[in-house]
């Protein structure tokens, strides 16, 4: 199995002979102005360029998008991708605007899907603090969110978690599950008076603590506006509870093998 990040929650997975690409956002760096309501949102985004050429990250078998706000699925990834790409998706509301979009192989994996011996299962996700939901226009901008498993016979188990806080879910999750790989959109973006929105460095600490022997890999960093955590901060954090050699933190371009 290879993680490659690519750039925020970005990733190509290459899992049991498949290329998976997770969320793309493709735009040019400071394409798009910071997202309206969050922290340092005069700062223009992507913050940084790509790693690769955009020919290469779409060299894949299959996306799949576990939402689609802009910096997980941009206009830039809606134009460069053709429109018969297989794309997995989390509910028919996303699959009606993928749709909309052109896109006409589009698959929704909320139940349960199978793809060349691989299992992709839909996993809860909280995008933000309750308080959030109780405020109708942020519960409507922050929508509905998805984590997911993937496991094969001959592969380790990956938990992505998606754009989340900790919850008491993503902890059953967790238990049940006993992922031996766990990706964590790690970078601790947050919303103006209402706080974080992923997780942060304290979550990292807690997936090892429930996950001793799992392998953790900390993506969704220093790429969007509303980002907080740092790679080096992350590292800092790692070296110092004893637990770096359970935590990869790739740089955009970077793969990690398992």
Not at 60 to 78: F, K, S
Not at 88 to 93: C, F, S, Y
Not at 208 to 230: D, F, G, Q, R, Y
Request: proline fraction near 5%; hydrophobic fraction near 40%.
């Amino acid at each position: 199995m290879n993680i490659t990040q690519i750039r925020n929650a970005t990733l190509i997975i290459e899992y049991a002979g498949v290329k998976i690409l997770i969320d793309p956002m493709l735009a040019d760096k400071d394409a798009f102005p910071g997202l309206p309501g969050t922290v340092n949102s005069h700062i223009r985004m992507p913050t940084v360029d790509l790693p690769i050429s955009i020919k290469e990250i779409l060299d894949v078998d299959a996306i799949l998008l576990t939402h689609l706000h802009p910096d997980h699925w941009d206009e830039t990834a809606c134009q460069a991708i053709s429109n018969d790409t297989l794309i997995w998706l989390q509910n028919e509301k996303d699959q009606a605007t993928l749709q909309q979009q052109g896109f006409t192989n589009t698959h929704i994996f909320k139940d349960g899907t199978y793809f060349k011996g691989i299992t992709l299962t839909s996993t809860q996700c909280q995008h933000g603090y309750d308080m959030l939901f109780d405020n109708p226009a942020m519960a409507e901008r922050l929508g509905e969110v998805t984590g997911v498993i993937l496991s094969h016979p001959e592969e380790k188990t990956v938990y992505l978690v998606g754009d989340s806080i900790w919850t008491p879910q993503i902890e059953t999750t967790m238990k049940t599950i006993q992922p031996e790989v766990v990706i964590l959109n790690a970078g601790w973006a947050h919303v103006l008076e209402f706080g974080p929105i992923i997780m942060g460095k304290e979550d990292v600490l807690k997936t090892h603590m429930l996950l001793p022997n799992a392998k953790i890999v900390a993506t969704h960093m220093e790429a969007v506006n509303h980002v907080l955590l740092s790679r080096a901060e992350l590292k800092d954090y790692a070296e110092v509870n004893q637990i770096d050699s359970f935590v990869s933190i790739p740089e955009d371009g970077e793969t990690v093998a398992f």
